[in-house]
């Protein structure tokens, strides 16, 4: 579970607790929570993780978040001393209790008595087929080190997918060309936005979760590499763009950062640097797509946010590049939400949204049945209703799409977290719409999703051929539970890219 996640849990729970006790603490307790919570979260379920994961991870930090250093944890062990002293700095974990003890204990006693001892389990009603509008070529590069890839993305302007490794080397591909090195950088690169005369490049700094800004976004012009926006915490997406028809790109910067964070904006000002702006104080943000959402005939800032306060977010812009945020879905802080993309499911004009859940990289590491894929239509005022859900574990990328051209929308899911010891070939699944007003869905699978781990995948015509195919990536480096022997068909396979190559061109 994020950092965000537990704190929203701790006030809910607290309101839960307290309720019981005299009217007037509760009317007392109830204005409180409303004020400083209820209208900042939503509301997480006891009964979403199951009590030994309350016992064990997440009640000693929801404890040291409230000055309480139970059972001996410390949310500063292992940490350097900078990093000791910027986490302490963010006041998150104060000095001092801010509960009393019995209180403390009480409350304790409260969530493992309405933790469930284990989750319910997804139920796949019907099997996949196997897709055969798509051809799978499995692509291995050459080399004494296999790559794990934290970035991939297709750009159409070049017709080439471009590459990141966990070693700070940026890469290009396509068929035609084969793999091409375009350089090396101190940390992950996370974005890379070429230009007709200039490229912007962005820099994670620190992978794993830290306090400390170490993110840079660089300027590539010619042979000269400038740094142009630096420190960033943690930046995971940047959104080059001319968001006021100036002339000018501006730089939206989704800084995730860990216990603090925020989605930033830089200009250039007329001495040529950029200067930074804060437009949501909060951390992870995971990407920002821009379209004009109301029809004014400026581009708005479309954002999703995990750590807690999980949602997406529109930010309207108004004058001189000022905008005004409105959260317009919300979920549940444990979901884990990880990508959305927005297209017209409907037909209708305006842009509906399609979100998935399945980031499990946290403190609670557990199939959950509400992970999967969740369809949002727009009303054309931008209020948005879910009306379909499809579950599956560990779901962290989709592809939404009219990949046969039939006039509906389909669907590409990808599981970083899947269930290798049950179904470990549905790590990759297409949803063929059959019935868009009913949502139904022909689901189909590939038989080479087994011979990789996969972490990333997007989409674009890769091939030349005219029609949308799909590239997912690989990521050697082992952070999720598999049985040995899919481990070991990994490396025999040492697969890097999975291209699916859409068939419906001949």
């Known amino acids: 579970m994020d950092t965000g996640s537990i704190y929203a849990l701790y006030l809910t729970l607290c309101l839960l607790l307290l309720s019981s006790c005299g009217t007037g603490r509760e009317e007392r307790q109830v204005q409180l929570y409303e004020t400083h919570c209820a209208n900042c979260h939503i509301a997480p379920q006891i009964d979403h993780l199951p009590r030994k994961i309350w016992e064990e991870a997440i009640l000693p930090d929801m404890g040291a978040r409230m000055g309480i250093r139970d059972k001996g944890y410390d949310p500063l062990a292992g940490l350097s001393y900078e990093e000791m002293e910027a986490v302490i700095r963010t006041g998150i974990y104060p000095l001092t209790p801010t509960i009393a003890q019995e209180d403390w204990a009480l409350l304790k006693e409260y969530i493992l008595e309405q933790a469930p001892d284990s989750l319910p389990q997804i139920r796949i009603s019907v099997e996949a087929g196997e897709l055969e509008k798509f051809k799978s070529v499995l692509q291995s590069f050459s080399g004494p080190i296999k790559r794990s890839y934290a970035y991939l993305e297709f750009k159409p302007s070049l017709g080439k997918m471009i590459m990141g490794d966990m070693r700070g080397e940026l890469m290009s591909y396509s068929p035609a060309e084969g793999l091409k090195e375009l350089g090396y950088f101190t940390s992950l690169v996370v974005a890379y936005e070429p230009g007709e005369e200039h490229a912007f490049i962005t820099t994670i700094g620190n992978i794993h979760p830290s306090a400390l800004s170490r993110g840079t976004v660089y300027e590539i012009r010619g042979t000269d590499t400038l740094q142009v926006v630096h420190p960033l915490h943690r930046p995971v997406h940047t959104l080059a763009e001319d968001l006021n028809g100036d002339g000018q790109e501006e730089l939206v910067i989704s800084e995730f950062g860990d216990l603090t964070g925020e989605l930033s904006l830089s200009v250039k000002n007329a001495s040529g640097k950029y200067e930074k702006r804060t437009l949501l104080n909060q951390p992870g943000t995971i990407r920002v797509v821009s379209r004009d959402m109301d029809n004014d005939g400026l581009l708005d800032l479309v954002a ?133 007003a009913a949502y139904q869905f022909e689901t189909f699978k590939v038989a080479d999703s087994d011979k990789a781990k996969w972490f990333l995948m997007d989409k674009g015509d890769i091939d030349g051929d005219g029609d949308l195919d799909i590239i997912v990536s690989s990521f050697t480096l082992p952070f999720v539970p598999a049985p040995q022997d899919l481990q070991n068909r990994w490396k025999e396979f040492g697969i890097d890219l999975m291209i699916l190559e859409n068939q419906l061109t001949p």
């Open 304 to 436: 999703l946010t995990s750590q807690g306060d999980e949602s997406i977010t529109i930010l309207f812009q108004k004058k001189n590049l000022s905008f005004e945020a409105h959260k317009v879905i919300r979920f549940n802080p444990v979901y884990g939400s990880s990508w959305f993309e927005l297209m017209d499911y409907e037909g209708d004009g305006d842009l509906d949204i399609v979100t998935v859940h399945g980031d499990n990289a946290d403190k609670s590491y557990v199939a959950k049945p509400y992970h999967g894929m969740r369809l949002h239509l727009n009303d054309g005022l931008n209020n948005f209703t879910k009306v379909f859900f499809y579950p599956m574990y560990g779901a962290t990328r989709v592809l939404a799409s009219d990949f046969d051209q039939d006039g509906d929308m389909d669907f590409g899911l990808l599981s970083t977290f899947p269930d290798y010891e049950n179904a470990p070939d549905r790590t990759f699944l297409f949803l063929d719409n059959t019935d868009p």
